[in-house]
């Protein structure tokens, strides 16, 4: 009987990446080859970091309303394409441009003092539109609250903003950011501009977007089950889901269920570059930024890196992409060729393959609620299947996914229950596990996604994917996305995802900025291959 089981999955699996092939070549017959790209990039400003424009407007070898015009042109350029921009400030925006440049040429201030005290003055920030900013819309991509705006600025974005940061635009979700496309009755669909023919994940979707067009400096994401480092993925940018209780949650909606639910959650930064991701974690962090060590060098000869090719075969879950694996093969042997192949090992834990149970188990609570009661605007369980009734007629507001998701939600274990003891102690045994692992100077290297970005509705067919990020997020473990520079063979983004032990956040950022070194991290959207 014990042997019949591995026998069964491997029958199970076959049949369901038949299944997915056969699914992929009608998308392609609908869709088409390619889709469109973005513009070429033709303002130099914009191939710059955050951390760069930052030094060259306190420095006054850029101004800071230079900065924000370029950034606005290139939104206006792009976003009729991508729909990745839902909200704007542009005015007040350059207004706090030309405040940050009477600043600096005011003198009060010396170059050293602005870089310690203002260390992103006159730098353009966007984020999703769940994330309160406070005069801008504050939907989460959610019909009923299609007119509400954000009454004062997240924890996060004020910490930003105190250091000298200026929003200037708000970007594209997921319905109540609850899945791995970014689609909503409120704004539409947001394009990869890689092709727009792809998704661009969720449900920091928007923000991905905007950050691999080059039409924003740096931004904001959250992530509760990959809502960062899945839209970094797809869009071929760097984004850090920091550790547990790190960074305040405190202003994005729908906020968590429970306090545990709390540890799940993480605001955390995205950019096209690695540099920009340790300062800004450092400010977003605050008073527990402490806790990081973000300040202390990091000596990779000392690392161990350990890898896993795959999760080892989970139910619905699709097979890791030819390309995927050919970049962690790449990954491993620089790492191998560079620090000595004693320090990179490869492992293979199983309880990965139990990644979808375990995270739907554990976002389980005692407080009733569920996915129903997000769409209800956390007032009301909405009836989703009157919704979905009336959806089939164009009657409903909300989106078929999101009607989707809350039914398949209510079909998971319930809390209390043996089976949620079961998978609670499945993460408590993995997590622990991993710890011992990774010990204080340990990464483990694992795809971000099985696949590089699906066409646009095909995630509806490979629903359980997102396991791949969603379990770190139970885990409380920080983690980073990786881009690899040079496109795979679609002309999509590949990449991996750095895991590290609790608070050990610094060894994600210095891997990430070691392999982005080696292998060029973002890649322009309109290079072609």
């Not at 704004?187 to 661009?200: E, K």
């Not at 959650?265 to 060590?293: H, N, Q, T, V, Y």
Request: glycine fraction near 8%; charge should be neutral; charged fraction near 20%.
């Amino acid at each position: 009987m014990a042997q019949s089981v591995p026998l069964a999955r491997a029958i199970g699996g076959y049949i369901f990446g038949l299944l997915q092939a056969c699914i992929r070549f009608v998308f392609r017959l609908i869709y088409g080859p390619k889709g469109e790209t973005v513009p070429p990039i033709t303002d130099p400003i914009l191939l710059e970091s955050a951390t760069s424009l930052a030094r060259k407007i306190r420095n006054q070898e850029l101004s800071s309303v230079q900065v924000l015009e370029s950034f606005i042109r290139r939104v206006k350029e792009v976003n009729p394409i991508l729909n990745c921009v839902v909200d704007e400030r542009y005015d007040q925006a350059l207004k706090e441009a030309a405040e940050a440049d009477a600043l600096i040429k005011s003198g009060q201030y010396s170059v050293e003092e602005l870089a310690k005290q203002k260390p992103f003055l006159g730098v353009p920030i966007t984020t999703k539109d769940c994330i309160s900013v406070k005069g801008m819309l504050h939907t989460a991509g959610l019909y009923e609250r299609r007119d509400v705006r954000g009454a004062q600025d997240a924890d996060a974005m004020a910490l930003m903003r105190k250091a000298g940061a200026i929003p200037f635009a708000l970007t594209n979700v997921s319905e109540v950011c609850m899945w791995w496309e970014s689609n909503n009755t409120v704004h539409g669909r947001t394009r990869n501009a890689y092709d727009t023919n792809r998704i661009v994940g969720g449900s920091s979707g928007g923000e991905g977007c905007i950050q691999s067009a080059a039409a924003s400096a740096f931004g904001l994401g959250s992530d509760i089950g990959g809502s960062i480092r899945m839209p970094a993925f797809f869009n071929g940018i760097f984004g850090h889901k920091p550790s547990k209780l790190v960074v305040s949650n405190v202003g994005q909606f729908p906020a968590p269920f429970s306090a545990e639910q709390n540890t799940f959650l993480g605001l955390g930064p995205m950019s096209r570059f690695a540099e920009d991701l340790r300062p800004m974690l450092r400010i977003m962090a605050g008073e527990k930024a402490a806790l990081l060590k973000l300040d202390e060098d990091v000596d990779m000869t000392k690392m161990k890196f350990f890898y896993q090719e795959s999760d080892g075969g989970g139910r619905m879950i699709s097979a890791v992409d030819p390309d995927l694996r050919q970049a962690m093969t790449k990954v491993v042997h620089h790492l191998s060729e560079k620090f000595g192949n004693e320090k990179v090992e490869r492992i293979q834990l199983p309880q990965f393959r139990q990644s979808a149970a375990i995270w739907f188990a554990n976002m389980r609570d005692d407080s009733g609620h569920g996915f129903a009661y997000q769409l209800g605007n956390l007032e009301h369980d909405i009836n989703t299947y009157l919704e979905l009734f009336k959806w089939l007629f164009g009657a409903s507001k909300h989106t078929f996914i999101g009607l989707s998701t809350a039914i398949m939600d209510s079909a998971q274990c319930k809390h209390g229950s043996p089976k949620y003891d079961h998978l609670v102690r499945k993460r408590n045994e993995l997590r622990a596990e991993l710890q011992r692992l990774l010990g204080d100077n340990g990464v483990l290297i694992y795809p971000t996604h099985p696949t590089v970005a699906p066409y646009h509705n095909e995630p509806i067919t490979r629903p359980i994917n997102f396991a791949y990020t969603g379990i770190v997020n139970v885990l409380g473990f920080p983690a980073t996305a990786v881009p690899l520079g040079k496109l795979g063979s679609e002309g999509l983004p590949l990449g991996v995802q750095i895991i590290a032990n609790f608070n050990q956040d610094r060894l994600c950022l210095a891997v990430a900025e070691e392999l982005e070194r080696a292998f060029g991290g973002w890649a322009k959207p309109e290079v072609r291959l």
